[in-house]
Antibody, heavy 118, light 110 residues
Framework: QVQLQESGPGLVKPSQTLSLTCTVSGGSISSGGYYWSWIRQHPGKGLEWIGYIYYSGSTYYNPSLKSRVTISVDTSKNQFSLKLSSVTAADTAVYYC??????????WGQGTLVTVSS | QSALTQPASVSGSPGQSITISCTGTSSDVGSYNLVSWYQQHPGKAPKLMIYEVSKRPSGVSNRFSGSKSGNTASLTISGLQAEDEADYYCCSYAGSSVYVFGTGTKVTVL
């Protein structure tokens, strides 16, 4: 079955850009039919949808984060990525990647904690 | 988009039924049958429990059921078991290719 795995630095300095990659196994991003999403969870808090991308490169972002977010896809590596610019401590969170279709997210990656601190 | 409103906590005894509400607006929950529910145990990734308001993915117990009325969706857990103790989140499509999650509900099995 499809599995997702996040990777990237666990510590980012304030004002810098957070960069994460999600590697998909057991299925091809290029096969279509699904959107590939990023979702985050602040420590002890709820879930926040960040955005998603289709294999063609079409992207959709949370309006509250849109000015700082870029999601891209590399179909040759079966990966998609998240970049969040100008980070502050408020961006400290566990970041999840997930597959989306018709409003449901499944499966999810295990999540990766990113801490913003100098 | 504001987060959907859920009760902070719900509790019940083993074998009982509990219901978690998820209140949105006419722009999200009220307009689309694209409400999903997720179960999250501590330190784990969320798990899809219900999609499209009331559909259950393969492998999810039939003790979990979903419904919607107006701007409020609900998740009911019947025959409550110790393993059901977790956080639960709803999610709704909010139009314009945007999604919004609920505030989350901690379920405690007494």
């Amino acid at each position: 079955q499809v599995q997702l795995q996040e990777s990237g630095p666990g510590l980012v300095k304030p004002s810098q850009t957070l960069s994460l990659t999600c590697t998909v196994s057991g299925g091809s991003i290029s096969s279509g039919g699904y959107y590939w999403s990023w979702i985050r969870q602040h420590p002890g808090k709820g879930l926040e949808w960040i955005g998603y991308i289709y294999y063609s490169g079409s992207t959709y972002y949370n309006p509250s984060l849109k000015s700082r977010v870029t999601i891209s896809v590399d179909t040759s590596k079966n990966q998609f990525s998240l970049k969040l610019s100008s980070v502050t401590a408020a961006d400290t969170a566990v970041y999840y990647c997930a597959r989306e279709k018709l409003g449901w997210f499944d499966p999810w990656g295990q999540g990766t904690l990113v801490t913003v601190s100098s | 988009q504001s987060a959907l409103t859920q009760p902070a906590s719900v509790s019940g005894s083993p074998g009982q039924s509990i219901t978690i509400s998820c209140t949105g607006t006419s722009s999200d929950v009220g307009s689309y049958n694209l409400v999903s529910w997720y179960q999250q145990h501590p330190g784990k990734a969320p798990k899809l429990m219900i999609y499209e308001v009331s559909k259950r993915p393969s492998g999810v117990s039939n003790r979990f059921s979903g419904s919607k009325s107006g701007n409020t969706a609900s998740l009911t857990i019947s025959g409550l078991q110790a393993e059901d103790e977790a956080d639960y989140y709803c999610c709704s499509y909010a139009g314009s290719s945007v999604y919004v999650f609920g505030t989350g509900t901690k379920v405690t099995v007494l």
